[in-house]
């Protein structure tokens, strides 16, 4: 287990609240990433993060913003959650030691946005 | 759990017997490779990487092999085992490039038949 955690696991809310999602990670890795799973699709990078404050697009960042002012935690919001944005959401880190190239996945939050 | 991919392709394996499951690339430029094995409900777990400059690696009962000239991989599963029935992907990125985003398939359930 790379040491990675995501709070919360669940949650429901309703279109047009704030949300936000937060990985932790305890493995001091430089990258980290924010991706949705849904049916039908493979893993689609939302944003993701190589550094302390420095963070890019992926390809669905629409709606979606981060924030990295630690190592160890990025967070993920939804400014105004809509029901396209109901999915599982997996953060992963990668960049550190011998396997610096090896993505490792949280558990995930499933959000349903009603 | 959550659905990982309600339509994905299907592999049926005979406990005992091996899998093949294959996976098309499709960035040339990409240089490093990952399996992922998904069980319901839970993050994607690393299996086994390999590198462009390699065409087999071999790990324990799994073993992945790498085509670059028609950008093919594929894993190989050896006495393939109730525990193994799971969505696999693979997934790619151009180290060289100094993004590290990874690219994902859409992945294949693999079903083991006892």
């Known amino acids: 287990d790379a040491g990675i955690t995501q709070s919360p696991r669940h949650k429901v809310t309703e279109t047009g609240t704030p949300v936000t999602l937060r990985c932790h990670q305890t493995?001091?890795?430089?990258?980290m990433y924010w991706y949705r799973q849904d049916p039908g699709h493979g893993l689609r990078l939302i944003h993701y993060s190589y550094g302390v404050k420095d963070t890019d697009k992926g390809e669905v960042s629409d709606g979606y913003s981060v924030s990295r002012s630690k190592t160890e935690d990025f967070l993920l919001t939804l400014e105004s959650a809509t029901s396209s944005q109901t999915s599982v959401y997996f953060c992963?880190?990668?960049?550190?030691?011998?396997?610096?190239?090896?993505?490792?996945f949280g558990p995930g939050t499933r959000l349903t946005v009603l | 759990g959550e659905s990982v991919g309600l339509h994905l392709p299907t592999l049926s394996v005979q406990e005992g017997d091996n899998s093949i499951i294959n996976c098309a690339y499709s960035n040339s430029a990409s240089d490093y490779f990952i399996w992922y094995k998904q069980e319901s409900g839970k993050g994607p777990q690393f299996i086994i990487d390999?590198?462009?400059?390699?065409d087999k690696r071999q790990g324990q009962r799994v073993t992945v092999l790498l085509n670059k000239t028609v950008k093919h991989l594929s894993l190989q599963i050896a006495a393939t085992q109730p525990g193994d029935s799971a969505v696999y992907f693979c997934?790619?990125?151009?180290?060289?490039?100094?993004?590290?985003?990874?690219?994902f398939g859409t992945g294949t359930r693999l079903k083991v038949l006892a």
């Open positions: 997934a790619e990125t151009p180290t060289t490039s100094g993004t590290y985003k990874y690219i």
């Open positions: 390999i590198r462009s400059n390699m």
């Open positions: 493995e001091n890795h430089r990258y």
């Open positions: 992963a880190i990668s960049g550190s030691g011998r396997s610096y190239n090896e993505q490792f």
